[in-house]
């Protein structure tokens, strides 16, 4: 079945510094979507992608969409500390109606 | 805004009872699913429903699984006979559309203690 897969697991970053984290489908994708998940919280929604090679922003992050739509990334610039938490890639094949989320890449900032 | 809820935030249960977690998706939504997150890892799909019968549902998803809408308010997960590794965090969550899929908005999850 359909795997999604994120790295790095883990990143510990200084406050300032940039971040990436990249995810990985073993298929082709229809969508994908990013959640942002606080220590404790629940998943919150930050964007879905649609369209190859598709590149949305929102204010300090940059998500983008492989032109093969089997990979995406997520980037922030300057961290800051409520930047923290675990950032979740989840995403939708061709012929499934339901997402398959990837493990997430856990974000520290130390300020 | 508008916000999905759920009840208990934490319930705990003994091996082998029955357990019904119980979610308030957003009103005007018309697609709701099941997720659950085993401590420490990723999210995993259980059961997508919308129309009153389930669109899909995962391997996770067998027999001692159920999901209800008893009224126009509440959706329940039901767990008929619990096992130690049913333990984990269990969030609703809720769509406007479906096909294709809209921004998915979570509960703050129910916390399933099996002992």
């Known amino acids: 079945g359909q795997q999604v897969m994120q790295i790095p697991q883990y990143q510990h970053v200084q406050e300032g510094e940039d971040f990436t984290t990249y995810c990985n489908s073993s298929t082709t994708l229809s969508n994908i979507q990013w959640y942002k998940q606080r220590p404790g919280g629940h998943p919150v929604f930050l964007i879905q992608l649609v369209k190859s090679g598709e590149v949305k922003k929102q204010k300090r992050l940059t998500f983008q969409f492989g032109e093969a739509k089997k990979n995406s990334s997520l980037h922030i610039t300057a961290t800051q500390t409520t930047d923290v938490g675990t950032y979740f890639c989840?995403?939708?094949?061709?012929?499934?109606?339901?997402?398959?989320f990837g493990p997430g890449t856990r974000l520290s900032v130390l300020p | 805004e508008p916000e999905v809820t759920q009840t208990p935030s934490h319930q705990v249960t003994q091996m082998g009872q029955e357990v019904i977690l119980r979610c308030v998706p957003i009103?005007?939504?018309?697609?709701f699913y099941w997720y659950r997150q085993i401590l420490g890892q990723k999210v995993e799909f259980l059961v997508s429903f919308y129309n009153n019968e389930i669109s899909e549902k995962s391997e996770i998803f067998d027999d001692q699984f159920s999901v209800e809408r008893p009224d126009g308010s509440n959706f329940t997960l039901k767990i008929r006979s619990t096992k130690l590794e049913d333990s984990a965090m269990y969030f609703c969550a809720s769509s406007r559309v479906g096909n294709p899929v809209d921004e998915q908005y979570f509960g703050p999850g129910t916390r399933l203690t099996v002992t």
């Open positions: 009103s005007n939504h018309l697609y």
């Open positions: 989840a995403g939708l094949g061709n012929y499934g109606q339901n997402f398959v």
